[in-house]
C-alpha cells in the first residue's frame, strides 16, 4: 500500500487547491444601475428592482431585464431612483408604480408589476400552498414508512430477479467491512 | 417562397444552418418536431424489442401511436407548417402567392445553443413517452411483474439525461445570447421543462425500490404518468399562451386540444391504475424506518413538493385571475424563497440517501458513515463564514456541498482502496475498474457529484457584481480585478445584419487576459436588435459584457459589466452529469459475478 501513497497525497492536493480560487471572493458584493446612488440607498435600488416587473413584455425582473434602450424598464429605473434620492420609502416606491400602471393595459396591471404574490387576501394561497403540501406530504411519508415497516408475517423478497450489480456490490461492502 | 411557415421565420441571406434550425422556430415547427422525435423513438423501441415481450410491445406501440395521433392532428388542424401564403379578397376568395423573401428568423434564435438545445430538449420531452408507453400497456395487458420496469429503466434514463442536457443548453443559450447576465428566470418555459426532469428524477430513484423489493408499484405507475402528462402540460403552457392571460387561452384552438388530451391520458391512466389495483398492491414491507429505501421515499417527498411549487407558481397567475379578476405576477423572487430551501434539503439528500444501506441501517453503522462526511462538512462551512460569506443560503449551500462531495469521494476512496488491496491495482486501474464494472452504482455517484458542482455554481450567484460604464477610444477603466482598455469602437455591415461594436482588452495584474467583442446588431430582415454577448470565462468567475449602444454624445460605448462568480462550474457540472449518466446507461458488466469471486479470495488470502 505503501507505494500509492503519494498518489493519495497529489489527489488530496489537487482537492484542496481545486478550493482555492474560492478565497478571494468575500471581497466581492452587491451592485447598482445607478451612478447616483451609493451604499445603502444601492442596496434599496437593487431591490426594488428585484420587487418589479419590466413592463416591455420580457416578464422579467426590472434588475433583469436586459433590453437595449428599453422603453419601460430604463423610465422605471430613472423613476425608481428619484424617488429614493427625494426620500420615498420602498412602500411608496411600489405603491406609485401599483397606481401607475393600474390602468395602462387590459386586464389591468396594477399588482401585475410586482414581482411576487403579495402576502394578502387570496394571493396568501401561493405562499402556503407548497409549505403544506411539503408538511402534509412529510407526515404521509413518515406515517408509511412506519407502517410499511412495522407489518410483519410477511417476508421481505429481495427482487424478484436479483442484479448481478447489487450482487457485486454488496460483496464488495462485505469486503471493506472486514478491512475496517 | 410559398409556405407561411417558412416566409415568417427565414430568409434569404439567413446563413444555412440557421435555414435548417428554423424548422423549430415556430409553434407549428415544434409541434412538428415532437412528432419527428417520437417516431425515431418509436422507431427504435420497436427494433430493439422485436423479438420479445411479445405482450407488452403491441399496446405500448398503440400507446406512443396515440401519442403521435395527438401531435400530429395538433399540426393537421391546428398549426399546419405547411399553410401556403394567401391573399384575402375583399370578396372573401383566397388566392395564394409567392413572397419574394421572408421575414427571417428572430435574432435571439440566431446562436449555436439554438442548433441543439430544442432538439436535445425535446429528445427528454419525448423520450418520457415511451416509458409511459410500457407502464400503460403493462397495465392494459396486467403484466405487471418487473418486465416493464426494467425496460422503462434505461429509456428514462436516456430521456432524462437528455433533459438534463437540454435545460443545460437553454440556461448557456439565455446566458450567453439575452443579456442580463443570468442563466435561469424561472420564466414559464423554463419551468415546463424542469418539472418533468423532476418527477423523471424521483421516478429513476424510486423504480430501484420495486426492482429490489417489489414495493410501489402504483407509486411508480403514477411517477411515470406524472412526468408523461408534466411533459405534455409544459407543451401545452408554452404553446397555449395561457400564462400570459387566461383570456389567451380562450383565443386559440390549440388549448382546448390539449386539455382534452390531458383530461383524457389522466382519466385513462387513473381508471387503469384503479382497475389493476389488486395487482399492484405491495406485499412485502420495509425491513426498517432506517434504510435506503425510506430515504428514497423522503427523496421523492422532497422532489415531488419541489415541482409542485414550480407548477404551483407557474399556474397560479391563471389560478388568481380567474379567482379575483386581477392579474398577478409570479416571478423569479417567489420561486427562490420557496425553492431554495427545498433545493437545499434534497441537496442534503443527495449525500445523506446514499450512506443509508438497503434493506436496514443500524444507528451505529449510520453514526460512522456521517462522521467523516459532517466533519469535513463543518470544518469547511466554518472557513467559508469566516473567511468567505455570511450569506446563509450561501454558507449552508456550500457546507452540503462539500458534505456530498465528502460522501461521494469516501465512497470512491473505499471502494478503489478495496480494489487496490483485493487485485494490487494502481489507483487509477482500480479506479476505473471500480466504475466499470459497476456501472449503475458509480454512474449515479458521478451524477449526485455533477449535482455538487451545478450547486456550486449557482450559489455563485451570491458574489454577482454588475456596473455600467461609459468609455471612448482609448479610454480605461477598472471592474473589480480587471483593467479595461477601450481599444475601439466601430460599425460592420454583413448581408445578414449591421454591428456596432466595442473592442477591449483585459488586464489583471499587467498581464493581458482577454480580448472581447460586444456587439450591438440590427438583424435586416427581422428589423430587430439583438446583442451579443463577450465573455472572458474562467474557473473563478466570469467577465461578461454587454454593448449597450453609444452614449448621448456617439462617441461613447455604453458597456454593462458584469462579474459572475463561478458560473462556469455550472457547465462543467452540466457535462459530468451527463458523463454520469451515460455510464448509468452501459450495459451492466457480465462478468462482475467472478470479479466478485475473485475480490473474495484475494481479501481472503491477505487475511491469512
Request: charged share 15%.
Amino acid at each position: 500500500m505503501k507505494k500509492y501513497r503519494g498518489a493519495w497525497t497529489t489527489v488530496a492536493i489537487w482537492g484542496f487547491l481545486s478550493l482555492v480560487p474560492l478565497q478571494d471572493l468575500s471581497s466581492q458584493g452587491g451592485s447598482s444601475h445607478s451612478t447616483k446612488l451609493t451604499g445603502k440607498e444601492a442596496q434599496r435600488f437593487n431591490a426594488l428592482s428585484e420587487e418589479l416587473i419590466c413592463q416591455c413584455g420580457c416578464n422579467l425582473v426590472l434588475g433583469q431585464c436586459g433590453h437595449i434602450n428599453c422603453p419601460s424598464a430604463i423610465p422605471m429605473r430613472n423613476m425608481i431612483e428619484t424617488m429614493i434620492l427625494g426620500g420615498q420609502s420602498d412602500q411608496e416606491v411600489l405603491n406609485y408604480f401599483m397606481n401607475e400602471y393600474r390602468f395602462r393595459d387590459h386586464p389591468p396591471v396594477g399588482k401585475a408589476i410586482l414581482s411576487q404574490p403579495a402576502t394578502e387576501g387570496f394571493d396568501l394561497v401561493a405562499w402556503i400552498m407548497p409549505f403544506v403540501l411539503f408538511a402534509v406530504s412529510a407526515f404521509v411519508t413518515v406515517y408509511l414508512v412506519l407502517r410499511f415497516s412495522r407489518r410483519t408475517g410477511v417476508p421481505s423478497p429481495v427482487s424478484a430477479a436479483p442484479l448481478a450489480e447489487d450482487d457485486y456490490q454488496k460483496r464488495i461492502e462485505d469486503e471493506l467491512k472486514r478491512t475496517e | 417562397m410559398h409556405i407561411e411557415y417558412v416566409a415568417s421565420y427565414t430568409n434569404r441571406d439567413l446563413p444555412i444552418f440557421y435555414k435548417l434550425t428554423a424548422f423549430w422556430a415556430g409553434q407549428a415547427g415544434s409541434l412538428l418536431l415532437w412528432s419527428l422525435v417520437l417516431s425515431g423513438y418509436s422507431f427504435a423501441v420497436t427494433i430493439r424489442y422485436r423479438n420479445s415481450h411479445q405482450e407488452l410491445m403491441p399496446w405500448a406501440t398503440v400507446v406512443a401511436m396515440v401519442t403521435q395521433v395527438f401531435f400530429l392532428s395538433l399540426n393537421l388542424w391546428s398549426a399546419n407548417p405547411f399553410q401556403e401564403l394567401v391573399t384575402v379578397h375583399a370578396n372573401g376568395a383566397l388566392t395564394a402567392f409567392t413572397a419574394a423573401d421572408g421575414r427571417g428568423l428572430n435574432p435571439l434564435l440566431q446562436h449555436p445553443a439554438m442548433i441543439i438545445h430544442p432538439p436535445t430538449l425535446f429528445m427528454g420531452y419525448v423520450g418520457f413517452a415511451i416509458p409511459f408507453a410500457f407502464a400503460i400497456a403493462a397495465l392494459i395487458s396486467g403484466r405487471l411483474n418487473d418486465d416493464w420496469i426494467k425496460m422503462s429503466r434505461r429509456w428514462t434514463l436516456f430521456a432524462w439525461m437528455f433533459q438534463s442536457a437540454g435545460i443545460m443548453l437553454g440556461g448557456w443559450w439565455a446566458y450567453v445570447e439575452l443579456g442580463w447576465g443570468g442563466y435561469w428566470a424561472w420564466d414559464p418555459v423554463e419551468n415546463a421543462s424542469l418539472m418533468p426532469w423532476i418527477t423523471g428524477t424521483a421516478f429513476l430513484h424510486s423504480v430501484m425500490i420495486q426492482e429490489k423489493k417489489n414495493m410501489f408499484k402504483v407509486w411508480n405507475v403514477s411517477l411515470i404518468v406524472a412526468t408523461y402528462l408534466l411533459c405534455i402540460f409544459g407543451t401545452f403552457l408554452t404553446r397555449s399562451g395561457v400564462v400570459s392571460s387566461v383570456h389567451a387561452f380562450a383565443k386559440g384552438s390549440i388549448g382546448k386540444f390539449f386539455v382534452t388530451f390531458i383530461l383524457l391520458a389522466l382519466g385513462v391512466s387513473v381508471w387503469l391504475v384503479l382497475k389493476r389495483l389488486p395487482q399492484l398492491k405491495t406485499e412485502s414491507h420495509l425491513d426498517s424506518a432506517l434504510s435506503r429505501e425510506s430515504s428514497f421515499l423522503f427523496n421523492n417527498l422532497v422532489l415531488l413538493v419541489s415541482c409542485f411549487a414550480v407548477l404551483w407558481g407557474t399556474v397560479f397567475p391563471v389560478l388568481s385571475e380567474a379567482v379575483t379578476g386581477e392579474k398577478i405576477v409570479v416571478g423569479a423572487p417567489f420561486f427562490n424563497k420557496v425553492n431554495v430551501p427545498i433545493a437545499l434539503f434534497l441537496l442534503f439528500l443527495t449525500g445523506a440517501g446514499p450512506l443509508f444501506a438497503w434493506r436496514k441501517t443500524s444507528l451505529a453503522s449510520l453514526k460512522k458513515a456521517f462522521l467523516y462526511p459532517s466533519v469535513i462538512a463543518l470544518v469547511g462551512g466554518g472557513l467559508i463564514a469566516a473567511f468567505l460569506t455570511r450569506h446563509v443560503y450561501g454558507v449552508i449551500s456550500f457546507t452540503l456541498s462539500i458534505f456530498v462531495g465528502a460522501v461521494v469521494l469516501i465512497e470512491f476512496v473505499k471502494g478503489t482502496r478495496a480494489r487496490m488491496r483485493a487485485n494490487a491495482e494502481h489507483p487509477t486501474v482500480a479506479l476505473k475498474n471500480l466504475i466499470w464494472k459497476n456501472k449503475r452504482r458509480y454512474g449515479g455517484y458521478i451524477v449526485h457529484f455533477a449535482m455538487v458542482v451545478i450547486f456550486v455554481g449557482i450559489t455563485g450567484s451570491i458574489f454577482n457584481f454588475e456596473t455600467k460604464v461609459e468609455a471612448g477610444i482609448g479610454e480605461r477603466f477598472r471592474v473589480k480585478d480587471y483593467e479595461v482598455v477601450c481599444q475601439n469602437i466601430s460599425f460592420e455591415d454583413t448581408p445578414n445584419y449591421q454591428t456596432q461594436f466595442a473592442v477591449l482588452d483585459v488586464y489583471q495584474d499587467a498581464d493581458r487576459v482577454a480580448h472581447m467583442k460586444p456587439e450591438y446588431r440590427f438583424y435586416k430582415a427581422s428589423q430587430q436588435p439583438s446583442t451579443e454577448v463577450a465573455l472572458h470565462k474562467s474557473l473563478k468567475e466570469d467577465l461578461y459584457v454587454v454593448f449597450a449602444g453609444l452614449d448621448d454624445s456617439q462617441r461613447k460605448a455604453v458597456l454593462q459589466i458584469y462579474v459572475n462568480p463561478l458560473v462556469t462550474w455550472l457547465w462543467i457540472g452540466s457535462e459530468i452529469l451527463v458523463l454520469g449518466t451515460l455510464i448509468c446507461l452501459l450495459p451492466a458488466y457480465q462478468e462482475d459475478r467472478q470479479e466478485t469471486k475473485i475480490l473474495a479470495k484475494e481479501k481472503a488470502r491477505e487475511k491469512v
